[in-house]
């Protein structure tokens, strides 16, 4: 190997040095016609120089809200990016129900995603600002929250409604670009390579009769380049095809990168993850394509319940029934059977094959990731350290009695007791920088968990064997004759079958692992 082999090279080289007929003193100047000495090439000692392949975990969320979201600010959240910043690098701050807080770990990088609709409204709506009054849907719901608090609830559920509609009540470019430079602000004083990463981001909303299609749209760069544009919003359009044109002219006007990353599907009453296009069409390539080439991941985790499968789909998985959420949130009741299979990552990934036989494409070639989606201003992610998705949910003795969704028949479809203290995001990286985590997120070479650290490798090949396990350089092995998670294995010789190479090691302040759980999923000779 190598290290013998350049050990040999030294005890030749030392060797040599012993032989000859005489001595020469150490300083002595070599004769004028000397040959010179054959020098041995050896090895670099460091065997971390030319190393390029990611080297630890980066924890962190790629979906959660401030104030300056009109369904938290709305509702008496006051927090703003700079405060949800401060705790989540490991600060603390004073919640709106008075309480502190405080998470246990700190988090390595964070984008936060307030949606593009009414972007920070509610800031405006407080402060009374002259370009607010001037349009009459601006002054009315400022003149309904002076009124008391129920009153401006009922400005914020007309805000909601609109959402559902895609018309907007209230729509000002200049508002929501006053709020974009504030929060991209924020975002540039927080982040500090190597120790705590920002990602500019927002969240675009679109809710066809209530049917959650919302996507989070993260970018590589700073904010030089994104505040060349506003967020796209759902009052611009609410096709997912629209946003990544978006996309493709922001790219072309800045030189810059982004990529988009769908909500959990679990309440998209079967338009997430479907054969067709939004307006109903069969799917064909090119839209596959742009859809595998603007959305690389999906949210298969957060605070509104675990969005992987259901035991309708999964009746053989005894883990199939955690945190589970199937409402149909456009007539606030449960969601039909015959829906879910669009709602749930396990059957997106299985349409996805059936797809790609069909057309040639994937559009469902993704990656997961663990979403958080609180709008109290802080990021939870421990149980025991809750705070709620809303600021009805924020901690009392009373809040198991709220409800966050009532039924026409007057009964809560959904309570704050169902929602999960939310989920993280595990990012393999070299190094703690905007760059090294979006490109990370672009390759897949992320997963998703419900809250605590476990570190998970995974690796894809053709030649693996048993021994790869305990290899010390089973890293470096891995990349070097496989494909890491999230990557693209090329198609096998006739007769070979994939190996697969994986570890997981427990959060040192978490559970002890049960179990490594593998999936699969196959298109069989029928297309099935």
Same mark, same amino acid.
């Given at each position: 190997?190598?290290?013998?082999?350049?050990?040999?090279?030294?005890?030749?080289?030392?060797?040599?040095?012993?032989? $000859?007929?005489?001595?020469?003193?150490?300083?002595?100047?070599?004769?004028?016609?000397?040959?010179?000495?054959? %020098?041995?090439?050896?090895?670099?000692?460091?065997?971390?120089?030319? %190393?390029?392949?990611?080297?630890?975990?980066?924890?962190?969320?790629?979906?959660?809200?401030?104030?300056?979201?009109?369904?938290?600010? /709305?509702?008496?959240?006051?927090?703003?990016?700079?405060?949800?910043?401060?705790?989540?690098?490991?600060?603390?701050?004073?919640?709106?129900?008075?309480? #502190?807080?405080? %998470?246990?770990?700190?988090?390595?990088?964070?984008?936060?995603?307030?949606?593009?609709?009414?972007?920070?409204?509610?800031? %405006?709506?407080?402060?009374?600002?002259?370009?607010?009054?001037?349009?009459?849907?601006?002054? #009315?719901?400022?003149?309904?929250?002076?009124?008391?608090?129920?009153?401006?609830?009922?400005?914020?559920?007309?805000?909601?409604?609109? /959402?559902?509609?895609?018309?907007?009540?209230?729509?000002?470019?200049?508002?929501?670009?006053?709020?974009?430079?504030?929060?991209?602000?924020?975002?540039?004083?927080?982040? =500090?390579?190597?120790?705590?990463?920002?990602?500019?981001?927002?969240?675009?909303?679109?809710?066809?009769?209530?049917?959650?299609?919302?996507?989070?749209?993260?970018?590589?760069?700073?904010?030089?380049?994104?505040?060349?544009?506003?967020?796209?919003?759902?009052?611009?359009?609410?096709?997912?095809?629209?946003?990544?044109?978006?996309?493709?002219?922001?790219?072309? #006007?800045?030189?810059?990168?982004?990529?988009?990353?769908?909500?959990?599907?679990?309440?998209?009453?079967?338009?997430?993850?479907?054969?067709?296009?939004?307006?109903?069409?069969? /799917?064909?390539?090119?839209?596959?394509?742009?859809?595998?080439?603007?959305?690389?991941?999906?949210?298969?985790?957060?605070?509104?319940?675990?969005?992987?499968?259901?035991?309708?789909?999964?009746?053989?998985?005894?883990?199939?029934?955690?945190?589970?959420?199937?409402?149909?949130?456009?007539? /606030?009741?449960?969601?039909?059977?015959?829906?879910?299979?669009?709602?749930?990552?396990?059957?997106?990934?299985?349409?996805?094959?059936?797809?790609?036989?069909?057309?040639?494409?994937?559009?469902?070639?993704?990656?997961?990731?663990?979403?958080?989606?609180?709008?109290?201003?802080?990021?939870?992610?421990?149980?025991?350290?809750?705070?709620?998705?809303?600021?009805?949910?924020?901690?009392?003795?009373?809040?198991?009695?709220?409800?966050?969704?009532?039924?026409?028949?007057?009964?809560?479809?959904?309570?704050?007791?169902?929602?999960?203290?939310?989920?993280?995001?595990?990012?393999?990286? =070299?190094?703690?920088?905007?760059?090294?985590?979006?490109?990370?997120?672009?390759?897949?070479?992320?997963?998703?968990?419900?809250?605590?650290?476990?570190?998970?490798?995974?690796?894809?090949?053709?030649?693996?064997?048993?021994?790869?396990?305990?290899?010390?350089?089973?890293?470096?092995?891995?990349?070097?004759?496989?494909?890491?998670?999230? $990557?693209?294995?090329?198609?096998?010789?006739? $007769?070979?079958?994939?190996?697969?190479?994986?570890?997981?090691? =427990?959060?040192?302040?978490?559970?002890?692992?049960?179990?490594?759980?593998?999936?699969?999923?196959?298109?069989?000779?029928?297309?099935?």
């Amino acid at each position: 190997d190598e290290f013998s082999a350049g050990l040999v090279c030294a005890v030749i080289a030392l060797a040599s040095a012993g032989l $000859g007929g005489h001595a020469v003193a150490a300083n002595s100047p070599p004769a004028a016609n000397a040959p010179k000495a054959i %020098q041995p090439i050896a090895p670099a000692y460091s065997p971390h120089v030319d %190393q390029q392949f990611p080297n630890r975990v980066l924890w962190g969320v790629a979906h959660v809200h401030t104030g300056f979201s009109f369904d938290a600010g /709305m509702f008496g959240v006051t927090l703003t990016p700079d405060d949800l910043l401060r705790v989540s690098s490991g600060g603390e701050v004073v919640l709106d129900n008075g309480q #502190r807080y405080k %998470q246990d770990r700190p988090l390595d990088w964070v984008s936060i995603t307030d949606h593009a609709e009414y972007l920070g409204i509610a800031d %405006q709506i407080r402060a009374g600002s002259p370009e607010l009054l001037e349009n009459p849907q601006g002054k #009315r719901w400022y003149e309904m929250s002076q009124k008391g608090p129920e009153e401006g609830v009922k400005a914020a559920i007309e805000a909601v409604v609109s /959402m559902q509609t895609g018309t907007p009540v209230f729509k000002s470019d200049k508002l929501a670009g006053a709020a974009w430079t504030q929060a991209t602000k924020a975002a540039e004083q927080w982040n =500090r390579p190597g120790v705590f990463t920002t990602l500019h981001g927002f969240e675009w909303t679109s809710a066809p009769g209530g049917n959650n299609l919302h996507r989070t749209v993260i970018f590589r760069d700073n904010a030089e380049r994104v505040n060349q544009v506003l967020p796209f919003s759902a009052f611009d359009s609410s096709d997912p095809a629209q946003l990544w044109k978006y996309m493709d002219a922001y790219a072309k #006007r800045t030189g810059g990168q982004v990529l988009a990353i769908p909500h959990n599907g679990n309440l998209s009453n079967g338009m997430m993850y479907s054969a067709e296009t939004f307006d109903g069409k069969p /799917m064909d390539r090119a839209y596959a394509e742009a859809r595998a080439s603007h959305e690389p991941l999906l949210e298969a985790t957060q605070i509104k319940g675990d969005g992987e499968t259901t035991p309708f789909l999964s009746p053989n998985d005894e883990f199939a029934d955690f945190e589970r959420w199937n409402v149909d949130f456009g007539k /606030m009741a449960p969601a039909q059977d015959s829906v879910l299979h669009a709602n749930y990552a396990r059957s997106a990934l299985k349409l996805g094959l059936e797809l790609e036989a069909k057309l040639g494409a994937n559009p469902y070639q993704t990656g997961m990731i663990g979403g958080n989606d609180a709008h109290v201003g802080v990021v939870t992610t421990s149980e025991n350290n809750f705070f709620g998705e809303f600021a009805n949910g924020l901690p009392s003795p009373e809040r198991w009695k709220t409800p966050l969704a009532m039924g026409k028949d007057g009964k809560p479809v959904v309570s704050v007791w169902n929602e999960s203290a939310a989920g993280l995001g595990g990012v393999w990286a =070299r190094e703690n920088t905007r760059e090294a985590i979006w490109d990370a997120l672009k390759r897949k070479e992320v997963y998703a968990t419900t809250g605590d650290r476990p570190v998970v490798r995974v690796f894809a090949g053709w030649n693996f064997a048993p021994a790869d396990l305990n290899r010390p350089d089973f890293a470096a092995n891995g990349y070097a004759h496989g494909v890491p998670m999230g $990557g693209n294995l090329s198609k096998p010789a006739a $007769g070979q079958r994939p190996a697969f190479l994986v570890y997981a090691l =427990r959060d040192p302040d978490g559970p002890s692992l049960d179990r490594i759980q593998v999936v699969k999923g196959w298109l069989g000779k029928e297309g099935k």
